[in-house]
């Protein structure tokens, strides 16, 4: 009897599939990622270069009863984001021992170690693209940002940045002095991410909330952990009084939290951000002794439509090289092509309100 074996081509095929897959979904920031425009990271993909499309909404009133519309309309405004995917490499390499392994054995050795490096990758290029700023001409990352630039950004967006619970502490055009208003008495609470809620809102442009399949309206707001911690303890009482009081409530569990159509997700990495690559890299603009006698400055970033732009060049690809050495060491290699940026148009960050709160480390 002849029994039936799949062919190695659709093994591999299967296998890269799956890849893509979980790289992906299995991310902290998965659930809001996808190529609809209803997304927070929307997805484009191209090889070269990525053109991002905005039009703005109407802001007119239009005409009524019988009177003239030709001559009244409005004109459409219309802006355009570029993004430029940039190859990114790995590689796990073996000996001889693997080399007489079958091609997809040294995959299934590899994978987990490609899989989480990738993913890192990108949930580290997002965080990334979340904090970076823009003058007008250049495009940086936080940590890399000079002090004007910071300024211009500031003024550019003055209208989406919030320096603590109080809009007061928000020095006009200076982003340092601003945070440095800011003190103890600056912690995330409840009452600060109702604040940037309604910063979203009354933005000019708006910055447009997630919808659901209810047509319900809802913004997502990730947390640097500290910022997180601070929201947890303010919303305690909220959530004893309002929700069961068995292990479904947060009170009891990890997750995410709910307050005036705003879900929280907590962000570890972003820690790492703050305390190193925006904190003491950042000598000017340092988030981890940025505060009133040098406390601790947390960052979440309140997220609507098309927040960041995800140009996607070339989905993951696994390699195998089997020549090295004369045969005699294998490996096994990730190629993937991204750019992953915050959406600017015409110069203001499209989808964001970045909300700076005290958030002192754990003693």
């Keep these: 009897m002849a029994n039936t074996t799949t062919a190695s081509e659709l093994v591999v095929t299967k296998f890269l599939s799956d890849f893509f897959r979980e790289y992906v979904r299995n991310s902290r920031f998965a659930p809001y990622t996808g190529t609809s425009s209803n997304n927070i990271i929307t997805i484009k993909e191209g090889r070269k270069k990525i053109e991002?499309?905005?039009?703005?909404?109407?802001?007119?009133?239009?005409?009524?009863?019988?009177?003239?519309?030709?001559?009244?309309?409005?004109?459409?405004?219309?802006?355009?984001?570029?993004?430029?995917?940039?190859?990114?490499?790995?590689?796990?390499?073996?000996?001889?021992?693997?080399?007489?392994?079958?091609n997809i054995d040294l995959m299934r050795a590899a994978r987990p170690l490609l899989m989480d490096w990738a993913m890192e990758l990108q949930r580290d290029d997002i965080i990334e693209a979340l904090g970076s700023i823009y003058?007008?001409?250049?495009?940086?990352?936080?940590?890399?940002?000079?002090?004007?630039?910071?300024?211009?950004?500031?003024?550019?967006?003055?209208?989406?940045?919030?320096?603590?619970?109080?809009?007061?502490?928000?020095?006009?055009?200076?982003?340092?002095?601003?945070?440095?208003?800011?003190?103890?008495?600056?912690?995330?609470?409840?009452?600060?991410?109702?604040?940037?809620?309604?910063?979203?809102?009354?933005?000019?442009?708006?910055?447009?909330?997630?919808?659901?399949r209810e047509d319900d309206e809802f913004y997502i707001m990730f947390h640097d952990p500290y910022a997180f911690r601070n929201l947890r303890t303010d919303l305690d009482t909220e959530h004893q009084n309002?929700?069961?009081?068995?292990?479904?409530?947060?009170?009891?569990?990890?997750?995410?939290?709910?307050?005036?159509?705003?879900?929280?997700?907590?962000?570890?990495?972003?820690?790492?951000?703050?305390?190193?690559?925006?904190?003491?890299?950042?000598?000017?603009?340092?988030?981890?002794?940025?505060?009133?006698?040098?406390?601790?400055?947390?960052?979440?970033?309140?997220?609507?439509?098309?927040?960041?732009?995800?140009?996607?060049?070339?989905?993951?690809?696994?390699?195998?090289?089997r020549l090295y050495d004369y045969e005699f060491q294998p490996g096994v290699a990730v190629e993937l092509k991204h750019d992953i940026d915050k959406s600017f148009f015409n110069n203001v960050q499209h989808g964001v309100v970045t909300v700076f709160s005290y958030a002192a480390l754990d003693s």
């Design 52 to 102: 991002v499309p905005l039009v703005t909404r109407l802001k007119n009133d239009g005409v009524t009863g019988s009177s003239t519309l030709r001559g009244n309309g409005e004109k459409v405004g219309n802006y355009g984001l570029t993004l430029t995917p940039t190859y990114h490499r790995h590689a796990v390499e073996f000996d001889r021992e693997e080399l007489e392994k079958p």
């Design 242 to 321: 309002a929700m069961p009081r068995d292990k479904s409530n947060p009170l009891w569990k990890g997750g995410d939290l709910f307050y005036d159509n705003i879900i929280h997700r907590e962000v570890p990495e972003i820690a790492d951000f703050v305390d190193n690559q925006w904190g003491a890299d950042a000598t000017a603009n340092g988030l981890n002794t940025a505060g009133s006698g040098s406390v601790r400055i947390g960052v979440s970033f309140l997220c609507g439509q098309q927040a960041v732009s995800y140009g996607l060049g070339q989905r993951p690809r696994i390699v195998v090289d």
């Design 135 to 212: 003058n007008g001409t250049t495009y940086a990352n936080y940590g890399d940002a000079t002090d004007a630039a910071m300024n211009t950004w500031l003024t550019n967006n003055s209208d989406r940045i919030l320096y603590g619970e109080d809009k007061s502490n928000q020095s006009a055009g200076d982003h340092s002095a601003s945070l440095g208003n800011m003190d103890t008495d600056d912690g995330m609470d409840a009452a600060m991410t109702s604040v940037a809620k309604r910063m979203a809102q009354t933005a000019d442009p708006h910055i447009r909330p997630i919808r659901s």
